[in-house]
């Protein structure tokens, strides 16, 4: 009896079994009526680039030399562009600009097109065409200082925006020329070399909406409102002092400290064992001649023992007899003693000498910095 019902049961297993396959030979076969389905080479890979008012197509297909057109649509289908190709074996690429696009973002649908009729399977991508709306909402970058030296006008500015490209500037040389200059978005500031002092410039910063967008967006030229001053300071970076009297290099950091820029140090006069008599002086090789109309001299903050400051020039420190005095003033009240050169100004030798002839508290003297400015 058992027996019995095991054969039953295996022929019952046979006959469900059959008919489950032949349900699935109906299912695969309204897909295999006419053939098996024969696709065309797939792009190998695809980009959309975002531009103002139009976005770039670009493709790239490998060993596909059967295929005859790369086919794109978009707007659900509504567009379409059909883009007869030639290609051999290996990689092979280029690329479509789609222009007249409204500003908002598509999406396409891409095939390739053999010469026997076979499509391939579809490549998606997507991008944006700005336009307007984006422009509205593009800033000038802020700037933070203008300035001026021997160098040239320097205009610093504040951090940029994230979709920020570059900045352009135009400004006037010395002879008078319209002169322009480009800077990237990531510098803080720009050196304008042979800028004519006193005189106005213009800016203006320049976008790009994505970091693969093939158009740059720019704001409208703006006139900046803080010109470049009209004397400037000369550099210092390249001065040494190359002879002094003395020095309490303890106190303040020593005789180099006159040339570094920072007014929180300074050269003090010795009085380590024993005071060091007036006068006390220093040389610094200003590398050449100079034509200044102006001298800057802080004295140590807060501290009033410095009182004469004098100013001579040599082209050769070594002699005493060749020194010329071309300045002297005296602290009155405050740190910085300011001493104006009538104009046209005069002409420095290669050598600058500061000499501090008295004192408050003699003969205690200190500096903090030397600057000189020339027009």
């Keep these: ?32 009526e006419g053939g098996e389905i024969i696709y065309a080479p797939k792009l190998d890979s695809i980009a959309f680039l975002p531009g103002k008012g139009e976005i770039m197509f670009r493709y790239w297909l490998y060993n596909s030399p059967n295929v005859k057109s790369v086919d794109v649509f978009w707007n659900n289908g509504a567009d379409s562009l059909i883009i007869p190709v030639n290609p051999d074996t290996g990689t092979d690429s280029s690329e479509v600009l789609f222009t007249n696009l409204p500003e908002r973002s598509y999406t396409f649908d891409v095939y390739t097109r053999d010469k026997y009729g076979n499509i391939s399977l579809t490549s998606t991508g997507a991008s944006t065409s700005y336009g307007d709306n984006f422009q509205k909402t593009l800033l000038q970058r802020k700037i933070k200082n203008v300035s001026i030296s021997d160098k040239g006008g320097k205009i610093e500015w504040f951090a940029a925006a994230e979709t920020l490209a570059g900045i352009q500037i135009r400004y006037l040389s010395g002879k008078g ?15 304008c070399p042979d800028v004519k002092a006193g005189s106005s410039f213009s ?162 003297t200190n500096i903090a910095e030397i600057s000189l400015y020339g027009k």
């Design 203 to 364: 800016y203006r910063s320049l976008y790009l909406p994505e970091k693969t967008a093939i158009d740059t967006f720019a704001v409208a030229w703006q006139k900046c409102d803080t010109p470049f001053p009209s004397i400037y300071e000369y550099d210092k970076s390249d001065w040494k002092i190359v002879d002094y009297s003395d020095q309490e290099a303890g106190d303040g950091g020593g005789v180099e400290t006159l040339i570094d820029g920072d007014l929180n140090n300074w050269w003090h006069s010795q009085y380590s064992g024993s005071l060091a008599p007036l006068p006390h002086w220093a040389v610094i090789d200003l590398t050449s001649p100079k034509k200044i109309c102006k001298i800057d001299t802080w004295r140590r903050p807060a501290c009033s023992d410095s009182r004469s400051v004098q100013y001579w020039t040599s082209d050769d420190y070594t002699d005493d007899s060749s020194w010329v005095e071309i300045s002297e003033g005296m602290f009155v009240s405050g740190d910085l003693l300011t001493m104006d050169i009538p104009d046209p100004g005069v002409t420095t030798k290669r050598y600058l000498k500061i000499l501090l002839p008295d004192s408050n508290r003699s003969p205690i």
């Design 1 to 32: 009896m058992k027996k019995i019902i095991y054969n039953i049961i295996i022929f019952v297993g046979i006959l469900l079994l059959s008919a489950s396959c032949e349900d699935m030979m109906s299912i695969h076969g309204k897909y295999t």
């Design 177 to 191: 020329d319209t002169l322009q200059l480009s800077m990237a978005a990531e510098s803080r500031e720009i050196l």
